[in-house]
């Protein structure tokens, strides 16, 4: 079965710096892979999603890479700040709108 | 409110009580997944459900786990005879018919079986 790895240990930077993510997958490639932030006590929100077919997207201060040769996906913030302390989630899904296979996540903590 | 909306958001059972835990997703959304996240790890898929049609009910972990979604909206997890390794937060989730890879999450339902 598929299996996703994200950064194990919590990222600390510092505030302006770019911070940067990995989730790596075993397994063959899925169609989409995306991003979320989860805040203790909520609910993962979406912030980006990438195609097997893309390379790179970006929004804002936000930036994902999918490499499937590498099966891996990098996820960068630049200009980091405090605000982006949360934990990140990687998330792999093989079809439209079908079920999340989720990373085990990576807590960012951004320190002024 | 327009988000997803779960409830309880904790609840506490003893072991063998029978729990039910609802989920109101965004008026319109087809889809609706309901997941379960242990502490320190990513959701872990449940269920999924199209309109009232359970589509995928391949992760519910045993035959106590059971989800309904009977008019296309509300949906409940019910568990029934909880155990300890049933403690986790349920999260459901909803999407959008055309934009169906973009899934929005409620805050969860933590549940502690004692």
């Known amino acids: 079965s598929q299996k996703i790895e994200q950064n194990s240990e919590a990222l600390n930077i510092q505030e302006g710096k770019t911070a940067t993510l990995t989730c790596n997958y075993t397994?063959?490639?899925?169609?989409?892979l995306q991003w979320y932030r989860q805040d203790p006590g909520r609910g993962p929100v979406f912030l980006l999603l990438i195609r097997e077919n893309e390379k790179e997207k970006r929004k804002e201060r936000l930036k994902v890479t999918f490499d499937t040769t590498l099966k891996q996906s990098l996820f960068h913030i630049t200009a980091s700040q405090p605000a982006d302390s949360a934990t990140y989630l990687c998330a792999l899904s093989y079809n439209q709108g079908g079920k999340l296979i989720f990373g085990q996540g990576t807590e960012l903590s951004v320190k002024p | 409110g327009a988000g997803v909306s779960q409830s309880p958001r904790y609840k506490v059972a003893k072991r063998g009580q029978d729990v039910a835990l609802r989920c109101d997703p965004i008026?319109?959304?087809?889809?609706l997944f309901w997941y379960q996240q242990a502490l320190g790890q990513g959701p872990e898929f449940l269920t999924y459900f199209q309109n009232e049609a359970q589509l995928d009910k391949s992760g519910l972990p045993s035959d106590r786990f059971f989800a309904e979604r009977p008019e296309g909206s509300v949906s409940t997890l019910k568990i029934q005879r909880t155990q300890q390794e049933d403690s986790a937060v349920y999260l459901c989730?909803?999407?959008?018919?055309?934009?169906?890879?973009?899934?929005?999450f409620g805050a969860g339902t933590r549940l502690s079986v004692l």
């Open positions: 397994n063959y490639s899925p169609a989409y």
């Open positions: 989730a909803s999407s959008l018919r055309w934009d169906k890879n973009i899934q929005y």
């Open positions: 008026s319109g959304h087809v889809s």
